[in-house]
C-alpha cells in the first residue's frame, strides 16, 4: 500500500486525516515540529486505528532535515501538507513569521519532491483566498480578492507558488482544497481541536464556554445583513473534510486529473449564522451558553458558504454529517480533554 507523507500530521485536521488514512491501509509518517499540536495525539491516533504511524518531529523551515525524512522514507509516494501556522489575528502582529513558516516550508517540500521524483500533493487551503464574495454560494471560479491578514495572504502565495512549480515541472499533480470552517472531532473523542490558549474560532469558544472554562461567549456582531443579524459560515465536519482528502489522494495516484493544479471547495454548500449555532449546540447537548452580542470583529466578512457541486462532481465526495451530530462530536471532545493543560 502506498506510503504517504503527511505534514501537520498532528494537528487538528492532519490528525482526523492521518485516521482515515490509515484506515484505508495507507502507511503514514507524519512530519510535525509540535509547534501547535501535542505528541500524545499520537496515542489518540494509535487507539483508533491500532496502528502507529511514523513520526518525525522535524521543523519543515529546516531544509538538511527535510531531506533527511525523504532519505529515511525513500518510498513515500505522495504527499498532503497541511503544516502552517494559521491564526488571523496572530499573522496580523507577526507577519513575518507567518509568511517564514507557511512559504518555506512548502518551498523546501517542492525542491524534496523534486529531488526525490515525487508526483503528488495535497495543500491544505482555505475559503479565505475568495475575502467577501461577490455572490453566494461561492464557487472555484469566483476570483481571489486581495487577502485581508497575511495568513490568508500566504494561502494566495502559496497557490502561484504551485502553479508556477507545475509550469516547469509537467510530472507534478497538485490538488489544492479550499476548506471552509472546519469544525468537530472524531465521534471516538480520542482526537480532536486542541486550541492553546484563548480559542480564536467560534466552536471551540462555545464548548469551552460550555464547560465553564470561559465565562461568556461574545458574538460578534448582529447587524450584518443576514437573516437573524449574525454573521454566516459553511461549517463542515472535520472527518468528511478528512475524507476529502483520501478521495484527492486516491485521485492524484490513479492520475485522474483534469489539469495539474485542481481546486476544490470543500464545505457543506449551507450556512449558519453564529446564533443558528448557538442554538443548534444547545440543542444536540442539552448545554445552556451564556452568550452577548458585542461588537464586530474587524476584518470578518458578512457571510461565506461554498458551492460545492463540483466537488461533487468531480470528487464523487459529498460532506454528509449534520450540523447536530457535529456539534455533539465537538462537546464529546471537551468534556473528555476537559482536564488536560493549555486550557487557561
Ligand atoms: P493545526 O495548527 O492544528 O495543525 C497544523 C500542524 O502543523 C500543527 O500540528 C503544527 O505543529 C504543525 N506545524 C506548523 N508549522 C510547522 C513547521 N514549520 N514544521 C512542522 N510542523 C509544523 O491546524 P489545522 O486546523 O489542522 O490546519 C491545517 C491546515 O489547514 C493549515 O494549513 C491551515 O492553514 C489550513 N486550514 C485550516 C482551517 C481551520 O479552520 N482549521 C481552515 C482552512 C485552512
Ligand atoms: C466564525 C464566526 C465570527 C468567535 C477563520 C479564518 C479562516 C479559516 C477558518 C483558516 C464569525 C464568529 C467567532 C467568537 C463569534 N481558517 N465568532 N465569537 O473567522 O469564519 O474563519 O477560520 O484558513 O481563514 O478566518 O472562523 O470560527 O473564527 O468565526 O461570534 O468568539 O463566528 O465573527 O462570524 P472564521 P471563526
Redesign the pocket.
Known amino acids: 500500500m502506498s506510503k504517504i507523507l503527511v505534514t501537520g500530521g498532528t494537528g487538528y485536521i492532519g490528525s482526523h486525516t492521518v485516521v482515515e488514512l490509515m484506515e484505508e491501509g495507507f502507511e503514514v509518517v507524519i512530519i510535525d515540529n509540535l509547534s501547535n499540536s501535542e505528541l500524545e495525539v499520537l496515542d489518540g491516533i494509535t487507539a483508533i486505528t491500532g496502528k502507529e504511524p511514523h513520526f518525525e518531529k522535524v521543523d519543515l523551515r529546516d531544509r538538511e532535515l527535510v531531506i533527511k525524512v525523504f532519505e529515511k522514507h525513500p518510498d513515500i509516494q505522495s504527499i498532503i501538507h497541511f503544516a502552517a501556522f ?1 491564526a ?1 489575528g496572530e499573522s496580523v502582529d507577526k507577519p513575518l513569521a507567518y509568511y517564514e513558516n507557511n512559504l518555506l516550508s512548502l518551498i523546501h517540500l517542492l525542491e524534496a519532491m523534486k529531488q526525490f521524483k515525487i508526483a503528488h500533493l495535497v495543500f491544505s487551503s ?3 483566498v475568495y475575502g467577501e464574495p461577490d455572490s453566494l454560494p461561492v464557487d472555484e471560479s469566483a476570483p481571489i480578492k486581495k487577502a485581508n ?1 497575511p ?2 495572504n500566504t ?1 494566495q502565495i502559496c497557490e502561484e507558488i504551485l502553479q508556477d512549480t507545475l509550469e516547469s515541472s509537467p510530472e507534478l499533480g497538485v490538488i489544492s482544497l479550499r ?4 469544525i468537530g472531532a472524531h465521534p471516538s473523542s480520542k482526537i480532536g481541536e486542541l486550541p492553546i490558549g484563548v ?5 471551540p ?1 462555545v464548548t469551552q464556554t460550555a464547560a465553564g472554562i470561559r465565562e461568556r ?5 448582529d447587524n450584518y445583513n443576514t437573516p437573524d443579524g ?4 459553511d461549517y463542515i465536519n472535520v472527518v468528511d473534510l478528512a475524507r476529502a482528502h483520501i478521495v484527492a489522494i486516491r485521485r492524484l495516484l490513479a492520475n485522474k486529473q483534469k489539469t495539474a493544479f485542481e481546486v476544490f471547495n470543500l464545505g457543506t454548500g449551507k450556512g449558519y449564522s ?1 446564533l443558528e ?1 448557538i442554538h443548534a449546540f444547545e440543542k444536540a447537548t442539552g448545554q445552556k451558553i451564556n452568550f452577548k452580542v458585542v461588537d ?2 474587524e476584518g ?2 458578512e457571510q ?1 458558504y461554498a458551492d460545492t457541486a463540483y466537488a461533487n462532481r468531480e470528487l464523487g465526495w459529498k460532506a454528509e454529517k449534520g450540523i447536530e451530530e457535529t456539534l455533539l462530536s465537538a462537546w464529546n471532545w471537551e468534556k473528555n480533554t476537559r482536564s488536560k493543560k493549555n486550557r487557561s
Open positions: 494559521k488571523v482555505s475559503c479565505t491578514s495568513y490568508g494561502k476548506y471552509f470552517n472546519p480559542p480564536n474560532n467560534l466552536v469558544f461567549l461574545n458574538v460578534f456582531g449574525s454573521a454566516v459560515r453564529v449555532i464586530r470583529r470578518d466578512v461565506v
